[in-house]
């Protein structure tokens, strides 16, 4: 009974399964496209059907399986033996050159200079940057600065000749005042000064011209009979040595020439001035003969005489530049000074000055 069977080759029956119906090999795969290993892949079975084991395929194609590792399929013949090795080779080539152009591209970046940044609009273009050379510290020189000391000029006070009586000016002052607008007496810049209006001779409306009211020494800016000396606009001088006083404007300039206080200087802000001058006499003259004595060109009767507001006897030089009084052995002059000028802007002033002077009492 065992000689009617014939065993196949390398294939072991399992015991009480009936024989498996091998199938006829699929043909055999050209080695130029070899096969990747590839799990076998079950067929579903049907509930209660018998299991039927075959033979795997690479036993009919004479392929070796690696045994009981992973069940990976070895390598078909035909392909190349240490390929794995030489693509390793490969991958760490280029990793390698990558590596050293990375660094040599970092060796450049810090080499070249940084590009210029192009402004926005609206920005403002950076500074390009300018080397500062460096000195030595013993070649540095150190420059001082000179300080400008500044220095405040005081009001010059015009220097002036000797008072001399026999000088008498060609053109009397009464006929070399400024403009007078509104002929009430006071020049315009009279007028700009005390605040009267130029254009008005009778400012503020009390029936007195402005002019007669200042030399009267009443206010020509109140109505009412107010006096010179409460307004603002002028000042009381009192020189207690010499014993008298006067009124001058406040906005002028009053000096003692000399530590005596035998000459003050009263200047106004356009270089015109009055002078209080002391001069001696012998008690039993006469101002008159005093004053024909130290001018002897002039005539008596070209002397003008007159009384002051304080009730003082004077006597006006021929040009009215000059005004003399006197007391006991001593002679006071009031003099009016417009230097090289053609026109006098201040001659009603002048006379305030002259009628507001008066001797102080003992």
Request: aromatic fraction near 8%.
């Amino acid at each position: 009974m065992f000689d009617d069977l014939t065993p196949k080759q390398n294939q072991p029956t399992p015991a009480a399964v009936p024989a498996p119906q091998v199938a006829a090999p699929p043909p055999p795969v050209a080695p130029a496209q070899p096969m990747e290993a590839s799990a076998p892949v079950k067929t579903a079975e049907p509930v209660g059907a018998e299991v039927i084991h075959t033979m795997p395929m690479e036993y009919y194609q004479g392929v070796k399986t690696s045994a009981g590792v992973s069940g990976n399929v070895a390598a078909p013949a035909g392909e190349k033996k240490g390929g794995k090795k030489g693509l390793t080779i490969i991958v760490i080539i280029i990793l390698v050159v990558l590596v050293a152009g990375s660094a040599w591209l970092l060796y450049q970046s810090m080499q070249t200079p940084a590009p210029a940044v192009t402004p926005q609009l609206g920005e403002a273009p950076a500074a390009p940057a300018v080397e500062v050379p460096v000195v030595p510290e013993e070649e540095v020189a150190i420059t001082e600065i000179p300080v400008v000391e500044t220095e405040v000029a005081e009001e010059e006070i015009p220097e002036i000749e000797a008072f001399d009586p026999s000088k008498i000016r060609q053109t009397a002052l009464s006929m070399v005042g400024s403009l007078d607008t509104d002929k009430d007496g006071l020049t315009d810049v009279e007028e700009n000064l005390i605040g009267t209006n130029a254009g008005l001779s009778d400012t503020d409306g009390d029936g007195y011209p402005d002019g007669g009211e200042l030399k009267n020494l009443y206010s020509p800016i109140d109505a009412t009979a107010v006096m010179l000396s409460e307004k603002d606009f002028v000042k009381l001088y009192t020189n207690e040595q010499w014993g008298y006083s006067l009124l001058y404007p406040s906005t002028w300039l009053l000096n003692a020439v000399d530590e005596a206080g035998r000459d003050v200087m009263i200047t106004s802000a356009r270089n015109e001035f009055v002078n209080v001058l002391m001069s001696e006499k012998a008690p039993e003259q006469s101002l008159e003969d005093w004053y024909l004595e130290k001018a002897p060109d002039v005539n008596k009767s070209d002397l003008k005489s007159y009384t002051t507001t304080e009730k003082l006897t004077v006597i006006e030089s021929p040009d009215a530049f000059t005004v003399y009084l006197a007391k006991e052995d001593t002679v006071y002059i009031i003099n009016y000074n417009i230097g090289l000028k053609e026109t006098a802007d201040f001659p009603a002033l002048f006379g305030m000055i002259v009628n507001s002077f008066q001797f102080l009492t003992k």
